[in-house]
């Protein structure tokens, strides 16, 4: 397995403000936004609203829902970043990172984000996508390199791969061997899976709790599957859909009667593989939520949800004075469990009232209320050109964090209560 010398770099601390033990006025803000994609990251999102608020007491929370960011997101928030060689999505090796740290009640959380090692932007510059080839290898890695080091719990994070291999890449790197019907190992991607004979479980990687962390509830095959849904995003033509649902299909049939699977107790193998396809989150990451499930005995939890708990929300929100969400674009994707609506319901616990900042906004007010969200602040507000939006996005959203705070955060009464 590659990457096996790479050590822990600085930590980066999250900066964190004490927060007040009650909801007076004069309380902190979180500011807990996703990144904007193609052009801020999560801490450089926190960054701009904290300049454009001022002398507003804040707690620094960039979060994710498991996808693109997840790590920087953590290492934001106290964990240690490492770096590893390892296989990217077309074979070649990059540097990817995953996030390290130890619990107060002893053992080690590794946080691995797919994309980092597998994900579309690992593509090589200048090349276009590969989807019948495109392995989840590296992914497989980052997380035997973790439970090698000492990791007694692995968060995977799920989104933005470039890969439609049922996680079969992840697998083999864990240790499983997927064999033809000559006993030879199969090559990287999802096509090669059609010709998928033989399945060797026996000498996968354990020691570790596996907890998968994506809010995507597509099952491994059909017309809402992996490859059918996800495949043309990865740059498969409707030939290649089939040729990938094919291989997909296989997996699952192999893996199905294959005994012993992910070390299945009593010969149950068969029987627990049955379900694993159609459960939902099997077809996440091109299907690589299939393969965490069946080889890993992994449980899928809600993204957001999970980070956030990761990140001790609500130990930060208690007493809090407003929480500041967003994303770059808040559309209906927004409505369906993503980043901004899971932080809203969160701070709601805490009866803190949240308004969220965004590149675009495209749904209307009675639908971010239902989702908990009071306000929405858009840089298209500001500044109706995209590409500007796009290009100035930091000095953009101070600005925009201004009328955030002039809207929400009004001083004190004179006389008041400090």
Do not use: W
């Not at 904290?50 to 707690?59: K, Q, S, T």
């Amino acid at each position: 397995m590659s990457g096996q010398a790479s050590g822990h770099v600085a930590r980066e601390t999250a900066g964190h403000a004490s927060a007040p033990a009650s909801g007076h006025a004069s309380g902190h803000v979180v500011i807990a936004p996703d990144k904007f994609r193609g052009s801020l990251t999560s801490p450089e999102v926190v960054e701009h609203v904290a300049a454009g608020l001022g002398d507003v007491p804040v707690v620094r929370l960039p979060v994710a829902d498991g996808g693109d960011g997840t790590v920087d997101a953590v290492v934001a928030c106290g964990f240690t970043r490492v770096e590893v060689e390892v296989t990217g999505p077309t074979g070649l090796p990059v540097r990817a990172s995953y996030a390290v740290r130890d619990e107060p009640g002893g053992g080690r959380v590794a946080v691995v984000e797919l994309a980092e090692a597998s994900g579309l932007r690992r593509l090589p510059e200048g090349e276009g996508p590969a989807p019948l080839t495109a392995t989840s290898y590296g992914t497989g890695e980052l997380i035997a390199h973790a439970v090698r080091h000492g990791a007694t719990r692995v968060v995977l994070g799920l989104g933005g791969s470039a890969c439609t291999d049922g996680g079969a890449g992840m697998a083999q790197a864990l240790g499983a061997r997927l064999l033809d019907a000559g006993g030879a190992d199969l090559p990287h991607g999802g096509a090669a899976l059609r010709a998928l004979d033989k399945i060797d479980a026996s000498g996968v990687l354990r020691g570790a709790e596996v907890i998968v962390a994506s809010d995507v509830d597509n099952p491994l095959l059909g017309p809402y599957g992996a490859a059918a849904v996800y495949g043309p995003q990865k740059g498969a033509a409707p030939d290649d859909v089939a040729v990938l649902e094919a291989g997909l299909a296989r997996l699952a049939a192999v893996a199905a009667h294959t005994h012993g699977l992910a070390g299945a107790a009593e010969h149950d193998g068969v029987v627990r593989s049955m379900g694993v396809a159609g459960t939902p989150g099997a077809g996440a990451a091109g299907g690589v939520g299939f393969a965490a499930l069946a080889f890993l005995h992994a449980e899928i939890r809600s993204g957001i949800e999970y980070l956030l708990e990761l990140q001790d929300f609500d130990r930060h929100a208690e007493g809090a004075r407003l929480v500041i969400t967003g994303e770059g674009s808040l559309d209906e994707q927004s409505l369906r469990g993503k980043a901004p609506v899971g932080v809203a319901t969160a701070a709601a616990k805490h009866g803190v009232p949240v308004v969220a900042v965004c590149g675009r906004r495209e749904i209307g007010d009675d639908d971010l209320r239902a989702a908990g969200i009071e306000a929405a602040y858009a840089l298209t507000d500001i500044e109706p050109d995209v590409r500007r939006c796009m290009a100035e996005a930091g000095p953009l959203l101070e600005r925009l964090a201004r009328r955030v705070a002039a809207a929400h955060l009004p001083p004190p009464a004179p006389g008041g209560a400090a």
